[in-house]
């Protein structure tokens, strides 16, 4: 296990290994419910991207069947790439409970999040 481990992260320097743990030590404090915060939708996004350029809050519109909406923005989220392109990517996360367990928004939302994380 160890040899895999470090088989793993020697190419990528120890510092993106601090940086990954750190991701993750900070979703399981902040995004924690019923589920440890790198297992929620919010947590995988964080890890993979880390913070928002921008974030929206959006509270439930009586209509909507969904419940308060948290938006992130990323703009340029490979920046420290010598290969960089210029993209941007939006996460939507809907608390449908009420109980500050966000994941993503359903129908189209949910495809638009999976296609965009996965990519």
Known sequence: KAEIF???WQPRGLEQ???FYDRVEYV??????HNKGWKTDRGKVYIKFGPADT???????????EGPTLIWHYYDFLSNSPYSIYRYKT??????FGVDAYTFGKNDNLWHNLQEFNN
Request: hydrophobic letters at 40%.
């Open 55 to 65: 974030e929206e809050y959006r509270l439930a519109s009586p209509r909507a069947m």
């Open 6 to 8: 470090m088989n793993f």
């Open 17 to 19: 290994m601090k940086e």
């Open 28 to 33: 399981n404090k902040q995004f924690s419910s």
């Open 91 to 96: 996460f939507i996360f809907v608390d449908k």
